[in-house]
């Protein structure tokens, strides 16, 4: 049984995880500022730049009270390009409380691509703002979900156009 706690710290390093995954794959920044790091049965990449962790921890603080108290509805990675200010790719992770009170549910797609996407599942305890049942679900059978996830985003690469112009990103909070 995942408790609220452990539901949304998990959800926060997965959006962690995710968005370094996006930020490495898409190629948002060089290859040489990511360190291979084991999770959720994979080998995942994560930034070393100092500027991007700091700024992706305080987005996160804020992320994990948020989802604490079952604010947020979706996190978007918008990638623009620098030179033409377009945006080029958005990433949504969707968050859904389902009404019947056994979870978070996170979806994500790409808008631009109709990627189909996967969904993750998390059951959490009584006495919060998500609802008043537990499910019972595995930590394993969490991280099964959260690495087809990211397995998906990984896949997604091999056919999304390259980006023929440096980029930057964006996090926007619903």
């Known amino acids: 049984v995942i408790t609220l706690k452990g539901s949304v710290e998990i959800v926060t390093e997965f959006f962690f995880t995710a968005i370094n995954s996006i930020l490495y794959q898409r190629g948002i920044y060089q290859p040489e500022t ?12 994560t930034t070393t730049d100092e500027g991007l962790l700091s700024y992706l ?17 979706r996190l978007v990675v918008v990638v623009s390009g620098i030179d033409s ?7 949504q992770f969707n968050v859904s409380i389902e009404d019947d009170g056994c979870g978070a549910l996170i979806s994500v797609n790409d808008e631009n691509q109709n990627i189909s996407s996967n969904v993750m599942k998390l059951g959490h305890s009584s006495g919060d703002k998500l609802g008043k049942k537990r499910q019972s679900k595995t930590v394993k059978e969490v991280h ?27 996090l926007l909070i619903y």
Do not use: H
């Open 85 to 91: 200010g377009e945006t080029l790719e958005r990433w």
């Open 57 to 73: 921890g305080q987005v996160m603080t804020q992320m994990e009270s948020w989802l604490t108290y079952g604010d947020v509805q």
């Open 34 to 45: 990511f360190k291979r790091e084991a999770k959720y049965g994979l080998t995942v990449l």
């Open 144 to 170: 099964d979900e959260i690495q087809a996830i990211i397995r998906q985003i990984t896949a997604s690469v091999t056919f999304l156009p390259l980006l023929n112009e440096p980029c930057s990103f964006d």
